[in-house]
Every structure is written in C-alpha cells, then in structure tokens.
C-alpha cells in the first residue's frame, strides 16, 4: 500500500487559498459546480479539460491535499482509486480531525488520517503525537528514527481551522 507515497515530490508545496472541503482538499467552483482545485490545477498544467480526467484520480506525490503544484501530481490508476476511496471514507468520517504528515525511519513519506494511527504506527502514546501537532518537541529517542513532518486539520465546509 505504500507504492503511491513512495515517489517523492520536487519542490516545495502550492497550498490552494481558497475554501476547503473536509477531505482538506481544495475546491474551486466553476459553472456552479464545485472542482477539486488539485485537479483543476493538473488540466492547467497539462493542457487538458476537467471533463478529460473525469472518472480518473489526480493523486499527491507529496500526500498534502491541499497542495495544487502540478509538480507534486499524477493522474492515478485504478489501484490507486481503491486506496483513495478508502482514504478518502476513513478521513471524511473523522471531520475535526488531524492527517499527520511523517517520515518513516526508512525515509519514506508516511500520512495518518489520525494521531491515534500515528501513534500506533510510531509506537508512542497519542498525547506525544497531539504535542508534535501543536508545535511541541518529543525527545529524538522516543521518536525512533520517525520525523514528525506537518499536521493538518480536517475541516467542514469553507475556510481552515
Ligand atoms: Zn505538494
């Protein structure tokens, strides 16, 4: 399951500035609809039409949702639209929540849809993981070999928590 996160991305991220869905994926609207703004910004970047990549994925090789450089995007087979559906299940259920962003002792990209994942997959407690969130420290010794990388918040409708 870790073939899609594996590829890592050039740059530094483009965090879309306009209104979020609770996915902590970006929205734009056009013609009344509302358009994941990754997407929009994938056509742009490759000369192609929403209506192209229609039933297909734009994935993040950066695993930030919120992140529109066309750099950090790929269009995602049908692997990658299970793992996705299931992704996006568990973190839309879970609204007011935080997707951890961390680099494994391996140096992988890892995302957890919640401190409680994190903290299992890291073997530490979850109020050591709600401390990295708010910008705390956890001793390097406790981390083994983990690197807390960033937080995000899961939130409802418009705008960020
Ligand atoms: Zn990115």
Redesign the pocket.
């Known amino acids: 399951m870790d073939g899609w996160i594996e590829h890592v991305?050039e740059g530094?991220?483009?965090e879309h500035t306009g209104s979020y869905h609770y996915s902590g994926y970006g929205r734009v609207y056009r013609n009344g609809k509302s358009l994941g703004a990754h997407r929009v910004a994938y056509c742009r970047a490759n000369g192609l039409e929403i209506e192209d990549i229609s039933g297909k994925l734009v994935r993040?090789?950066?695993d930030?949702p919120a992140?529109v450089?066309p750099?950090?995007l790929s269009l995602g087979d049908h692997a990658d639209n299970m793992m996705d559906k299931m992704h996006r299940g568990r973190c839309g259920s879970r609204p007011g929540s935080w997707i951890i962003f961390m680099q494994s002792p391996e140096g992988k990209r890892r995302t957890f849809l919640s401190q409680k994942e994190a903290a299992e997959a890291v073997g530490l407690a979850q109020p050591s993981i709600s401390k990295l969130v708010k910008g705390g420290h956890v001793k390097a010794s406790k981390m083994r070999g983990w690197v807390f990388l960033r937080a995000h918040k899961v939130v409802l409708g418009k705008g960020r928590a």
């Open positions: 991305a530094p991220c483009i993040h090789a950066c930030n992140c450089n750099e950090h």
